[in-house]
C-alpha cells in the first residue's frame, strides 16, 4: 500500500509543477504578445485615416530610458503623419519629435506647456529631403510601441 501511495504522491508533484511550469509560461507569452507590433498595427492602424500607410517603425526597449531615431525622406507637396501606438499607460508614453536634415526641430507630439501627449503628428512637407524622427518614453519603465508612417498628396 505504501508504494502504491508513492507512487502517486510522485505523479501528482510532477503534475503540479507541470501545471504551475505551464502557468508561468503562459505569462511569459502573454507579455511579449503586448509588445507585438502586429498586435500595434491592428489596433493604431486606422488612426492614419486617409493617409497612405508607407512604414512602421517598431521600438522595443526593456530597460527603459532610451531614445531612438530613424530618417525618411520627405517630398515637398506632400503631407505625412506619423501615428505613435504604445501601451498607453500613463506617464509613459512615447514622444516623437521630428527634425530636419541640420537635426533642427519642426514639429512633436508632445507639448510642453500642457504636458500633452498627442496620439499623431501630420505634417505638410515645404521642402524635399531627409527627415529624422526621433521617438523615446517618458519614465523610465519597460516600454514597447510603434510609429506608422503614412503620405497624402496636397
Do not use: W
Amino acid at each position: 500500500m505504501k508504494i502504491f501511495d508513492m507512487d502517486k504522491m510522485i505523479k501528482k508533484t510532477i503534475l503540479k509543477k507541470t501545471y504551475l511550469f505551464l502557468f508561468f509560461l503562459s505569462f511569459i507569452g502573454f507579455s511579449n504578445a503586448q509588445c507585438s507590433s502586429d498586435a500595434f498595427m491592428d489596433n493604431c492602424s486606422s488612426a492614419l485615416e486617409d493617409f497612405n500607410f508607407i512604414k512602421s517603425f517598431e521600438y522595443s526597449n526593456a530597460k527603459g530610458g532610451t531614445k531612438g531615431e530613424y530618417s525618411y525622406v520627405f517630398s515637398k507637396g506632400t503631407s505625412y503623419r506619423i501615428v505613435v501606438c504604445d501601451e498607453n499607460i500613463a506617464g509613459n508614453k512615447m514622444i516623437i519629435s521630428l527634425y530636419d536634415r541640420n537635426h533642427k526641430l519642426i514639429a512633436s507630439n508632445f507639448d510642453k506647456a500642457s504636458k500633452k501627449v498627442f496620439p499623431a503628428l501630420t505634417y505638410p512637407c515645404s521642402a524635399t529631403g531627409v527627415y529624422y524622427i526621433e521617438y523615446s518614453f517618458q519614465g523610465d519603465k519597460a516600454k514597447c510601441g510603434i510609429n506608422i508612417l503614412g503620405f497624402s498628396k496636397n
